[in-house]
């Protein structure tokens, strides 16, 4: 969205679909490059030594304040296996909503497990350590795109679940899932989800350099899109971008359960997938520690706080919207603007059902009327005028991408995993 344009929506229009440039300018990163490649490999008993974003997030200083108690977060997936040695009693009941045989705790793919430990999970047995170790998980299994094909499943599954979402106790959605077409009770199901005063994080997907469609529910206006970037701080490659992108966090060379079988540990790309449920976990940490903002105020932080480089504060990238989560920075510091509690800062219209003590106010001065792309997106991280500790995800370092590019509208409905 350029200068002149108003900004009383969230940036959702695909961009003409053109040849896509994509180059590194700089890159000075902090942390030492892990695992290259993405075909899966087996990870022994300390695969907490590969989430290579916990270290430089400052995550066990954050958590000698706060680890996200009191909050539950609904995860939208494939299912959550709570039987699982790091989500023994971090998951609550949920909702089934695909129909088919099974329960929310029967994950048919090993994804929502993952997610789910990713935000919550408590370490336990060697398995991964969420961001969040003190939050919840409400699990609302859905159907992908196979699952759908081997069996008669609810057509609306995924409405339903977000419907169920915001009628239940988590203060925070995640989904790591999509589709490439709108649908109106999904539509319906996000607004009433907003008034209701939850937090939506959705992935923006992974495929971008294979058409780089809009995805859904992340390309609506009132859900948070989230990108994913690499152990450098750069963008992921895979990571779709376009006006539906808000926020970036972690999500390359990350493990996951391989299976629905749950007998060993992948290496791979995670991508917006990950970055979703990492995003979702920083927002549990922000909102653990502020309990009586409302979603707005902790969305406002998010942005805030994100490491941006030397980019104007208010400027967007099509890549990494506000730039990348430093949850460290507000929990830390103290540092972060919540601003409105009223007021969103996706679509600057007034919202109600926010859940906060704080009076009404005037919308956050960090969040400008007026907006600005960044094409050329100087990725974020380093340190910022309120950030003499270097409390940002990449210390010491600025990574620059050169980026060009857009999308298209989608014309079937695939979902998909993101």
């Known amino acids: 969205m350029t200068a002149g344009m108003s900004q009383t929506r969230k940036r959702r229009m695909p961009l003409a679909l053109r040849r896509r440039l994509f180059g590194t300018m700089a890159v000075a990163a902090a942390w030492s490059v892990g695992f290259v490649g993405v075909a899966p490999v087996a990870v022994a008993a300390d695969v907490q030594s590969k989430q290579w974003y916990l270290d430089p997030m400052h995550a066990e200083e954050m958590w000698k304040t706060t680890t996200g108690e009191g909050i539950k977060i609904a995860v939208i997936d494939t299912g959550v296996n709570s039987a699982t040695p790091s989500l023994k009693g971090q998951v609550l009941k949920g909702l089934d909503a695909t129909g088919a045989e099974g329960d929310e705790t029967d994950d048919y793919d090993g994804h929502g497990t993952t997610m789910a430990e990713l935000i919550a999970g408590t370490g336990q047995g060697g398995g991964l350590k969420g961001l969040a ?38 203060q925070i959605i995640s989904m790591s899932f999509g589709g490439e077409f709108k649908m109106y009770r999904e539509i319906e199901a996000v607004k009433y989800a907003q008034s209701k005063g939850k937090l939506f994080f959705a992935a923006v997907g992974n495929d971008a350099e294979k058409g780089n469609k809009a995805i859904y529910p992340a390309a609506y206006p009132e859900v948070v899109g989230v990108g994913a970037t690499d152990q450098q701080g750069k963008v992921s490659d895979t990571s779709q971008h376009g006006e539906f992108v808000d926020i970036a966090a972690p999500g390359d060379d990350l493990p996951r359960w391989c299976d629905e079988n749950f007998e060993r540990y992948c290496q791979g790309n995670g991508g917006t997938s990950a970055a979703t449920a990492i995003t979702s976990a920083a927002a549990a940490l922000i909102w653990s520690a502020h309990p009586d903002w409302t979603a707005n105020q902790v969305l406002n932080v998010l942005f805030d706080t994100a490491g941006r480089g030397d980019w104007e504060k208010g400027t967007l990238s099509n890549y990494l919207g506000h730039g990348i989560i430093r949850p460290a920075v507000n929990i830390l510091k103290g540092t972060g603007n919540p601003g409105a509690p ?62 060009l590019g857009g999308g298209a509208f989608a014309l079937v409905r695939k979902r998909r995993t993101a």
């Open 133 to 170: 170790p003190g939050a919840k998980i409400i699990p609302m299994r859905v159907a992908d795109t196979q699952f759908q094909n081997k069996n008669s499943v609810n057509a609306y599954d995924i409405a339903d679940s977000i419907r169920a979402a915001a009628d239940s106790d988590a």
């Open 342 to 403: 009223d007021i969103s800062p996706l679509t600057k219209e007034k919202t109600s059902g926010s859940a906060g003590s704080a009076a009404p106010s005037a919308p956050a001065s960090s969040q400008p009327d007026k907006k600005k792309k960044a094409d050329d997106a100087a990725l974020a991280g380093s340190k910022t005028e309120n950030d003499d500790s270097q409390l940002g995800l990449i210390l010491g370092g600025v990574a620059v991408v050169l980026v």
